[in-house]
T-cell receptor, first 117, second 111 residues
Framework: EAGVAQSPRYKIIEKRQSVAFWCNPISGHATLYWYQQILGQGPKLLIQFQNNGVVDDSQLPKDRFSAERLKGVDSTLKIQPAKLEDSAVYLC???????????????FGPGTRLTVL | TQLLEQSPQFLSIQEGENLTVYCNSSSVFSSLQWYRQEPGEGPVLLVTVVTGGEVKKLKRLTFQFGDARKDSSLHITAAQPGDTGLYLCAGEEGNTGKLIFGQGTTLQVKP
């Protein structure tokens, strides 16, 4: 079974530029998550989708970050414009069904490492 | 906002030693998960504990969920260099699938 795919793996941009990340979840997984992991910290949830609807985006900086999951499969996360403090690893994860309780294992992709200069 | 505090943040030990990592919160979680993350990779789930007081064993790893479902511990017996990595605990809010992660414990096991 193929895992969660993310691209690109690395991205270096200058501040005020725009960047987009792509995620392809495991086939059949209804729930998709985007996390931000700053060096030395645990992942922080940015947004959670159930199919193509947003379940939680309370920690998404909506003035500069946006995400979409068209057709309930692939997802893109965009930052526009980027700031220095956005330097982090952006992780995508998927699960069968976020409301399945303890049976809901999240599978993570390898992440995209963003450096903002 | 629910928070999870992990301790210690860094641990460097010799092969064969035992260690315990703690994960504490003032909030109750519906379940608590432990992940291991290697450099350049995403976290990989090790175990999920659901019931207060629950103990689960995975080879040399023992996981415990506190009676009040606010804290957890991970104990590794006879650590090996292959155990090196970042260990993360994560609590689930309600049954929403939303995970709150601790800041992680970086473990280095020297041969």
């Amino acid at each position: 079974e193929a895992g969660v795919a993310q691209s690109p793996r690395y991205k270096i941009i200058e501040k005020r530029q725009s960047v987009a990340f792509w995620c392809n979840p495991i086939s059949g997984h209804a729930t998709l998550y985007w996390y931000q992991q700053i060096l030395g910290q645990g992942p922080k949830l940015l947004i959670q989708f159930q199919n193509n609807g947003v379940v939680d985006d309370s920690q998404l900086p909506k003035d500069r970050f946006s995400a979409e999951r068209l057709k309930g499969v692939d997802s893109t996360l965009k930052i526009q414009p980027a700031k220095l403090e956005d330097s982090a690893v952006y992780l995508c994860a998927s699960s069968l069904d976020s409301f399945a309780g303890a049976r809901n294992e999240q599978f993570f992709g390898p992440g995209t490492r963003l450096t903002v200069l | 906002t629910q928070l999870l505090e992990q301790s210690p943040q860094f641990l460097s030990i010799q092969e064969g030693e035992n260690l315990t990592v703690y994960c504490n919160s003032s909030s109750v979680f519906s379940s608590l998960q432990w992940y291991r993350q290697e450099p350049g990779e995403g976290p990989v789930l090790l175990v999920t504990v659901v019931t207060g007081g629950e103990v689960k064993k995975l080879k040399r790893l023992t996981f415990q969920f506190g009676d009040a479902r606010k804290d957890s511990s991970l104990h590794i017996t006879a650590a090996q260099p292959g155990d090196t990595g970042l260990y993360l605990c994560a609590g689930e809010e309600g049954n929403t699938g939303k995970l709150i992660f601790g800041q992680g414990t970086t473990l280095q096991v020297k041969p």
